[in-house]
């Protein structure tokens, strides 16, 4: 059977290779450490799923409005006025089926063939996908450390041509977890309503910031929240990866083109997982405190055993929970051709899986997801550097 040209022309999952390899070896015994992980490890609080069985019982099981049930409207519109301050009304606000189906929707809804959506590098992997399902154009615009790998005012103006529409900024960032100050959103909010711009911000990870403080470009102004899509949930925020719901808040018109999409293809999202989105929201916020002081600690650690690894360098981030280090300069020392091949071998041989930095537009990096326990991370940055150093000596 012959597919599409739009999904032949799609690039494969480096993230779903890497688990898909890491598994079978596994399924072999090998003991596989990952650090490859995009979900917390965390199971879903009991007061989550505790209130989603009770509303399961209640009837919670048919079909529910394709933008998501009144409850959650409110909640999530509660909690964009108590975290940022902004007011979005119901019909200013889309639920579905995890994030990235919204994302997915969002330029579905947004984009023609033909407008340019930029995309700051490194990225996460589905962005450039997603916009080229919708028959756009995906402009990369490379940042480093240098900038700590944020988009700057300059490097934004240099990339908008005729065509452009749409900026794609992620903050905190997957996979550098780099964090966008308020005033770096400030100087680039004014190169967008210059060029009259739209952008889709993905704050997926806003509650895993840890030295600084999150700020949506949303809440710069008046101006700037009518021409920005908010994109979050609660995978990330309360552990919840598997019940899958997402949102996006954003202008009426477009909340309305998302909903008639939704009704034409997958219409609402699961029920029980959006009464358990209501659970999220509403209680206390010293899960969301305990949380976050976790996976500051873990980073902390993380990134402390790291610079224990040989010629490598790794800017410390500054929230989600990656480290995203530069390891051009130790494989070349140790004779791979690309930091690709020294990803396999590390998984292969020294049985610890992480992702390549070519999955996210970076070729001389990897991405160290610190989503695991503190034995698990001290082992595996164990193996990581003993791997390198005899492959060091050997050379």
């Known amino acids: 059977m012959e597919l599409s040209q739009r999904v032949q022309n799609l690039t494969p999952s480096q993230t779903l290779a890497i688990t898909a390899k890491a598994a079978e070896l596994k399924s072999q015994g090998v003991d596989i450490i990952g650090l490859g992980a995009g979900e917390p490890d965390f199971n879903t609080p009991d007061e989550i799923i505790e209130k989603s069985f009770e509303a399961v019982k209640n009837g919670a099981t048919k079909y529910t409005p394709a933008a998501g049930i009144p409850e959650l409207k409110s909640a999530i519109s509660d909690k964009m006025m108590r975290d940022h301050q902004l007011e979005y009304e119901p019909s200013e606000i889309f639920v579905a089926s995890g994030a990235k189906h919204v994302l997915y929707n969002v330029f579905q809804a947004l984009v023609d063939e033909g407008d340019e959506v930029i995309i700051p590098s490194p990225y996460w992997v589905s962005y450039t996908e997603q916009v080229k399902l919708a028959e756009g154009t995906p402009v990369l615009v490379h940042t480093d450390e240098s900038t700590s790998f944020k988009l700057t005012p300059e490097l934004l103006k240099e990339n908008i041509t005729e065509n452009t529409k749409i900026l794609m900024l ?189 999955a996210f537009g970076l070729d001389d990096n990897i991405r160290i997801s610190y989503s695991t326990s503190r034995e698990a991370m001290t082992e595996a940055m164990e193996r990581i550097k003993n791997f390198v150093t005899e492959r060091l000596e050997g050379v």
């Open 170 to 358: 992620n903050s905190p960032n997957n996979p550098t977890g780099m964090v966008y100050s308020k005033e770096e959103l400030e100087a680039l909010a004014e190169v967008v309503v210059e060029n009259d711009l739209i952008v889709v911000a993905d704050e997926i990870y806003e509650v895993l910031v840890y030295d600084v403080g999150h700020h949506s470009i949303a809440s710069v102004s008046e101006e700037m929240k009518a021409r920005t899509v908010v994109i979050n949930g609660v995978s990330k925020s309360h552990a919840m990866t598997g019940w899958r719901i997402g949102y996006a808040c954003g202008d009426k018109a477009l909340i309305k083109g998302l909903t008639g999409l939704a009704s034409q293809s997958t219409s609402n999202p699961a029920s029980p997982s959006q009464w358990a989105a209501v659970a999220a929201y509403e209680m206390d916020e010293g899960f969301l405190k305990e949380f976050n002081q976790t996976f500051r600690e873990r980073r902390d650690h993380a990134h402390a055993l790291l610079e224990e690894i040989p010629h490598t360098t790794c800017i410390k981030p500054e929230g989600a929970f990656y480290l995203f280090p530069n390891f051009r300069e130790c494989t070349d020392k140790m004779g791979y051709a690309t930091v690709d091949d020294f990803v396999k071998d590390l998984l292969e041989k020294a049985h610890v899986a992480v992702v390549p930095g070519s």
